[in-house]
């Protein structure tokens, strides 16, 4: 198993720093999948995440300027290594103002994914700093666990409101509630409604639009009808305090009480982050 | 005793206090024929630090009379008297330290702007005489850099890292074992002199206080080290202060230093210099634990 990266554009190495970020504030450990082409920031859903799940697809192309990688086998071509992101991010925040950084798969004390950098200097050489981010190699066993999710049948899909202000509004609601309730339906309009005994306050968005392939698993569905999905306020609370640039496109799709699936595009990376419904 | 410190010195004397309390919990005052001496340790006595406020740092300084005086008390206590380094900046004229034996306590007027004068009495209790036994002249290995040098490389390290090492600074967690590497030419440094193919490592938290006090006052920093087991001097120094950090490194057998605090390490390594020689090692340099009471 081998990796080599090395990234010398500044503009790209920002990205990169700026979706390892992103990925580190949605969760403390995800598993980093290599393949020749990409690279996928994944998080399986399972009972101790509290059933969300993470899908990161970036295009190798994008953000490096050398990539080579050799998987487990030539079957199988790929590489799949758990990590702490935010140990990764930390690591690439120092070195936002190399010349280049290399990224390579290592075996130091452990298996390592090492970070490593010139930093420019007023002397003659430059200081070198390198960050060995241990990693677990995961086996070909568990693989199938890590696959991309399949969009879900969904109700409603629609284009969020900016995220600056979804995340203004659930912050707030956070403080009166545990529990948070995203409506939506194929006319644009979407409602974030939280409800406890003594308060229930709702807040309304319209004019959203919908995604082209609108939605609804039954055809011709009532435009005006509601899908919701009644989610944890701090899963939606993580996603949209992790999100640091305005994205292409945001957009979230519903399985009626049963998922909330987020969406958002940039140029060079998407995120899927599935939300499970509860009761 | 009596002392009074004006104008831009009273930020400086705040600064070194908020540093000595990045040591320990209680701040030592001696006043000393050369001059105030604060100092501080931590509890398990592997970290010290002394600043040495010479009698030109006043505008006015004087002894207590006939006998030799000493104290300890709470470095929060005095720290709340320095509480916001930029009001102090802007509005605190001058600063009087006055000793009141009979009521064991340490008055402390601020002069500020407008007539506004504010005063706080603080308790102080009897203590012994705490000084760390160190030979920064019978060490091997110096380098001096100027404090933003040090500051760029300690940034590199998470906030919550524990311990340090220089020259080839090292950096690992043993939780999560992410390990840091850091290297500097010996050209970066103001003045470096390093002796032998050295490591040494230790608390990079007590080390951060030092760093803000020198890069707030512009002033290089030296170290001094030896061998793993001697401890490690980082000394500041201006015609009016001086300012030493003693800290206890890990011998070779240690794995940890406390139970509690070990959280990465800080490995210094220095590279031979041609046409070096043998460090003398003078009287007594090999301290493991820095700190005595005399």
Not at chain 1, 222 to 232: K, L, Q, S, W
Not at chain 2, 123 to 148: H, I, T
Request: hydrophobic share 40%.
């Amino acid at each position: 198993m081998k990796f080599r990266g090395k990234i010398i554009d500044i503009a790209c190495l920002n990205h990169f720093s700026r979706v390892v970020t992103t990925i580190a504030k949605l969760t403390k450990t995800c598993v980093l999948r290599l393949t020749p082409d990409n690279l996928f920031f994944v998080l399986s859903g399972k009972v101790a995440n509290g059933g969300v799940s993470m899908w990161c697809e970036l295009s190798q192309g994008n953000f490096f300027d050398e990539y080579q990688m050799e998987g487990v086998s030539s079957e199988d071509n790929e590489i799949c290594l758990e990590l702490s992101p935010e140990n990764l991010s930390r690591a690439l925040k120092t070195v936002q103002n190399a010349k280049s950084v290399k990224v390579k798969l290592t075996k130091k004390h452990c298996p390592c994914v090492t970070v490593s950098a010139e930093l420019p200097t007023l002397s003659s050489v430059s200081r070198v700093v390198t960050h060995d981010v241990p990693v677990e190699v995961i086996p070909r066993r568990l693989w199938h666990e890590l696959k991309e999710p399949s969009v879900p049948d969904f109700h409603v899909s629609i284009y969020l409101p900016p995220l600056k202000t979804m995340k203004n509004v659930v912050d707030r609601m956070k403080n009166l509630s545990n529990f948070l309730v995203v409506e939506a339906n194929l006319n644009g309009e979407m409602n974030l409604k939280i409800e406890t005994d003594l308060v229930s306050v709702t807040t309304h968005f319209k004019d959203l639009g919908n995604p082209p392939w609108g939605g609804g698993s039954e055809g011709g569905a009532d435009p005006e009808g509601m899908a919701e999905a009644r989610v944890d306020i701090r899963r939606l609370q993580q996603f949209l305090m992790g999100q640091q640039v305005t994205p292409t496109k945001a957009m979230c799709n519903i399985v009626h009480q049963r998922i909330l699936h987020l969406v958002v595009l940039h140029d060079d990376a998407s995120l899927q982050y599935f939300i499970p419904a509860v009761a | 005793m009596q002392c009074v410190v004006t104008g831009g010195n009273v930020k400086v004397l705040a600064k070194a206090i908020h540093s000595l309390s990045r040591i320990g919990d209680e701040l030592y005052v001696e006043p000393q024929q050369d001059g105030l001496a604060l100092r501080s340790v931590n509890s398990s006595r592997s970290a010290y630090a002394c600043f040495l406020f010479a009698p030109l740092f006043f505008s006015r300084y004087s002894l207590p009379n006939g006998h030799d005086f000493r104290c300890k008390m709470a470095i929060k206590s005095v720290q709340s008297v320095f509480r916001s380094l930029a009001t102090l900046e802007k509005t605190v004229e001058k600063c009087h330290i006055e000793l009141d034996e009979q009521k064991n306590r340490l008055t402390f007027t601020l002069h500020c702007k407008h007539g506004l004068l504010k005063t706080h009495n603080l308790s102080y209790q009897d203590s012994e005489s705490l000084q760390a036994v160190f030979d920064k002249e019978g060490c091997g290995n110096v380098f001096r850099a100027q404090p933003r040098l040090l500051v760029d490389t300690v940034v590199h390290f998470p906030p919550s890292l524990e311990e340090v090492s220089t020259v080839c600074f090292l950096l690992s967690e043993r939780s999560k074992a992410m390990v840091t590497e850091l290297c500097l030419a010996s050209d970066e440094f103001d003045h470096f002199a390093v002796h032998a193919h050295n490591s040494v490592t230790f608390c990079l938290k007590e080390l951060r206080g030092l760093l803000v006090f020198a890069e707030s006052t512009g002033l290089p920093i030296s170290m001094y080290f030896d061998e793993p087991g001697s401890p490690v001097v980082l000394s500041v120094t201006d015609s009016v202060l001086e300012g030493n950090f003693v800290l206890a490194t890990l011998s070779h057998d240690d794995h940890s230093f406390q139970k509690n605090n070990t959280k990465g390490f800080f490995k210094a390594s220095g590279n031979l210099l041609p046409g070096s020689r043998k460090p003398n090692w003078g009287p007594d340099p090999k301290v493991e634990n820095p700190c005595s009471s005399t």
